[in-house]
């Protein structure tokens, strides 16, 4: 048990939508990173937030795009979804940018049609 | 730009034996940490073992341990008295220093573990 809670487990989404994945971290852990992993493939670097603010960004366009709120909780927002979009979301948090213990969440599957 | 290799795709094992997994890295960094993550079926990521790059000495937990081989750049980890439980993928993955959370994997090696 991580203490890192995603919603949703799955969903399907139609090219051109949006879609709203959600993570909530233990209490403390004001670093959050996601993560995108595609089928057969390792995980791929998003972005990461720390206390609020980006805080360091992979190679993805700005349609990918997150919040992170003072109760831990953060969100990855994606707009105008592409079929390659489809993958599993992984969110990870850690307590600090100092700390080198990072927890992983169990992922949000999203299949974009 | 960091990279993290693993040539094999899939590997098997029999139940109790030994077995080892590739994983090769390129960095001109002199400072970071290496890791080996489990993704069972249920796809949370779970840290194996953990080597920072400034120890000489090979990290080792329990049944799971490395060989660091930092002039080479590889980073294989073995996995002794193999069980039914350690049938996953593996990743390895790589992360500058510890104030950068952001970690490169690669592509991953599953692993079967035969009766």
Redesign the interface.
Known sequence: E?GVTQSPTHLIKTRGQQVTLRCSSQSGHN?V?W?QQAL??????IF?YYREEEN?R?NFPPRFSGLQFPNYSSELNVNALELDDSA?Y?C?S?PG??????Y????SWLTVV | AQT?TQSQPEMSVQEAETVTLSCTYDTSESDY?LFWYKQPP??????VI?QEAYKQQNATENRFSVNFQKAAKSFSLKISDSQLGDAAMY?C?Y?KS???????????TRLHILP
């Open positions: 991580t670093t990173s993560y057969g493939q390792g995980p791929q670097f990461q360091g992979g599993l992984l990870a850690s940018r100092s700390v080198n213990t990072i992983f969440g169990e992922g | 993290v940490y249920s796809r949370q990521m779970i840290l953990r990743f993955a992360r510890n104030r950068d959370d952001k970690i490169i994997f690669g592509k991953g």
